[in-house]
């Protein structure tokens, strides 16, 4: 299957369902407190797609166990909920989270301090955030999914941290995953042309140290290699003929 550009009817459905999500995320971020479980942000995260009467997109794919990844500092992306793990005062946490409204799938992630954090935490924060946001400005009609990976990649090493290369940001709409696949970093005008329609995962992927990432025995939890934190930002958009549009907002 190659890239699919999505109709305003499908797109509507996934401006309803990426608002559900979108809301679903800041309760989530709202609840993060130090002596917390991940485990509580899973749960919580179940009763909200209750709540709001839809399906988890996460749970089951490819034998992945939870509805939300949770992950404290220097767990990059994946990190499986559990009872064990209590969140402190001082650290990060990143809560990834998609749903399935009328058979639209929505992904979105943010991250979040635990209390008051180290001012270099909330630089890795408010960075990782930007480099998102420079590659959703990029996400219009005429550019290529190079010129989102290039804008991902110079914020996030403008400023002295690296990015992850193993994990892509990915078209989603009818699956979690779909083509193409956005790397964190990339050449401007390589890759694939972006068109009015075409629903994209937008994430940006980024390590306070060095670029690489361990895979853990649960095959999902992914850790950075040097110790040092992650952190992930990451929206669903609709790509326009000047501008793209955020859905999980
Ligand atoms: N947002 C994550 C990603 O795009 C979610 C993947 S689905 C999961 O990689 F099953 F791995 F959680
Ligand atoms: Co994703």
């Known amino acids: 299957m190659g890239i699919t550009i999505k109709n305003k009817k499908e797109i509507d ?4 369902g990426g608002k559900m999500l979108g809301d679903i995320v800041e309760e989530l971020g709202r609840m993060v407190k130090a002596g917390i479980s991940s485990w509580d942000i899973e749960k919580k995260s179940q009763a909200l797609l209750q ?3 839809v399906k988890p997109a996460f749970l089951n794919y490819l034998g992945y166990p939870c509805v939300s990844c949770v992950g404290l500092n220097d767990t990059a992306v994946h990190g499986i909920p559990s009872k064990d793990e209590i969140l402190n005062e001082g650290d ?3 809560i990834d989270m998609g749903l399935i409204y009328q058979g639209m799938y929505l992904d979105h992630a943010v991250t979040v301090p635990v209390g008051k954090i180290s001012s270099e ?3 890795l924060i408010n960075v990782t955030r930007d480099a998102m946001k420079a590659g959703i400005n990029q996400a219009k009609e005429g550019n ?3 010129d989102i990976s290039h804008a991902i ?3 996030a090493e403008l400023a002295g941290f690296s990015v992850i290369r193993q994990m892509v940001g990915h078209g989603v709409g009818y699956q979690v995953h779909e083509p193409p696949q956005i790397p964190c970093f990339g050449e401007k ?3 694939e042309m972006l068109e009015e329609g075409m629903t994209l995962a937008i994430e940006a992927m980024v390590n306070a140290g060095g670029a690489e990432i361990l895979i853990l025995e649960d095959g999902w939890t992914t850790k950075t290699q040097d110790g040092k934190n992650s952190a992930i930002f990451e ?3 609709v790509v326009g003929e000047k501008k793209s549009e955020i859905l999980t907002e």
Do not use: D, E, F, W
């Open 144 to 146: 290529t999914v190079g």
């Open 51 to 53: 709540h709001y009467k």
């Open 13 to 16: 459905l996934m401006r309803v």
């Open 189 to 191: 005008g390589t890759g």
């Open 235 to 237: 929206h669903t958009i």
């Open 121 to 123: 935490s909330a630089k």
């Open 153 to 155: 990649q110079t914020t």
């Open 92 to 94: 990060i946490v990143s």
